[in-house]
DNA sequence: CCATATGTTAAAAG
DNA sequence: ACTTTTAACATATG
């Protein structure tokens, strides 16, 4: 599911119902989705505090948490709890197939993480396979926070390093969008697609965005003109904009034309596959340069 | 068995 | 040394 609008959506909902509330015992027995962490690490670290605030970068979340004894910053001001003594950040990485699930104080297991569809159909809200959450915070009025990673690429971790990651592909600048895509050999998709470069962009929302633009996922990156540079930036900030609001970036224009037999919406010509930055990449031949 | 899947990353290659 | 590409990761599904 998760590309930047995904996440953003998942980060908006812990935002909105999970934080303040005490965690009274977590799950974090699996131990491939904590790596590098040992069982019981992150519940050590967790036991008696709250979630603060949630932020993301790109399609990195975590969460600052509070010290323990006290309820820490009351989430209001936008800024981390910095509190001398306060908790750890929990790192919460969705990867493939990961979504959050919050459950309210009546444990009534409400679905609040968000839609999703997969190029099979799969929503998890049909299907929720109990071994499919693989890391659980539960809060002392009996409600919980779950991650629901049926794939298990995605990631829970304290202190995430996330200063590997490029800036936000929502909110990086102009000159700053220039000098990082707009340069090397490489693809330009495999440049959109790197989060070093700008951080947040998928296979689903890179492939609308060079729609588009009209610009092909295989023109070398340090080719492209200013111009061209400019245009992809405004084409990507829309895009993301139209995803947070239609509830997905699987609601972009093109998205639904890549496959077999699929034709370009806007002109009609047969829509073309290929591999480009280690993923499959539509497009339509006729109109993307 | 093969190929596919909205992601990351270590290792290899250039 | 830096950039780019590939393979592997864990798991489910057609």
Not at 119 to 139: N, Q
Not at 186 to 195: N, T, V, Y
Not at 248 to 256: R, W
């Amino acid at each position: 599911m998760p590309e930047l609008v995904e996440v953003e959506s998942a980060r908006a909902v812990v935002e909105r119902s999970a934080l303040g509330r005490t965690i009274v015992d977590v799950d974090d027995a699996d131990t491939w989705e904590c790596r590098p962490h040992a069982p019981g690490e992150i519940r050590d670290a967790l036991l008696g505090r709250e979630l603060v605030a949630a932020h993301r970068r790109g399609k990195a979340m975590w969460c600052t948490t509070s010290s323990r004894d006290d309820d820490g910053d009351d989430g209001q001001d936008g800024q981390d709890g910095q509190d001398g003594d306060a908790g750890p950040r929990l790192g919460i990485h969705l990867g493939m197939s990961g979504r959050i699930v919050v459950a309210g104080a009546d444990g009534d297991g409400d679905d609040e993480g968000g839609d999703y569809a997969g190029p099979g159909g799969w929503r998890p809200g049909g299907e929720v396979k109990p071994e499919w959450y693989r890391f659980t915070l539960t809060f002392a009025d009996g409600g919980a926070l779950r991650l629901f990673d049926k794939r298990r690429l995605g990631r829970v971790r304290l202190d995430p390093d996330i200063d590997r990651l490029g800036p936000d592909a929502g909110e990086v600048d102009r000159d700053d969008f220039r000098t990082r895509v707009g340069r090397g050999t490489a693809p330009l998709k495999a440049r959109l697609l790197d989060q070093a470069t700008v951080a947040g962009i998928g296979n689903l929302l890179a492939d609308e965005v060079l729609w588009q633009s009209r610009l092909s996922p295989q023109r070398p990156a340090g080719e492209l003109s200013v111009d061209e540079l400019d245009e992809l930036r405004r084409e990507l900030r829309k895009a993301i904009r139209s995803a947070l609001r239609k509830g997905g970036v699987h609601t972009g224009e093109v998205i639904a034309h890549r496959g077999a037999g699929g034709h370009c919406p806007r002109c009609g010509a047969a829509m073309t596959r290929a591999t480009v930055g280690g993923r499959t990449t539509w497009w339509c031949p006729a109109e993307q340069r």
